[in-house]
């Protein structure tokens, strides 16, 4: 899947957070800035690269699949930071 214009194609990194007596707490809130990879870049973003870790909400990513994986298609725009 090749994005168009300013679009990532991006993968969700699953991290599980864990608090210091152990307990993994799951289920962050829906709008929250959660990690990914990008696996495909459209000809007019700039900054962004294929490999790159990037923090983005993922209420502005429309969910596709990738390769049988979870995927999503966000604009460029929605990058929030560069790991």
Same mark, same amino acid.
């Given at each position: 899947?090749?994005? +168009? ?17 152990? *307990? ?12 990914? *990879? ?8 700039? &900054? ?23 995927? &999503? +298609? +966000? ?9």
């Amino acid at each position: 899947m090749k994005p +168009l214009k300013d679009f990532l194609l991006v993968v969700e990194v699953e991290e599980e957070a864990v608090s210091a007596g152990g *307990i993994i707490m799951s289920g962050a809130a829906p709008d929250a800035a959660k990690p990914a *990879i990008v696996v495909a870049v459209g000809p007019d973003v700039e &900054g962004v690269e294929v490999g790159d870790k990037i923090a983005t909400s993922w209420a502005n990513v429309v969910k596709v699949r990738h390769e049988g994986e979870k995927a &999503g +298609l +966000l604009p460029s725009e929605s990058v929030m930071a560069v790991y």
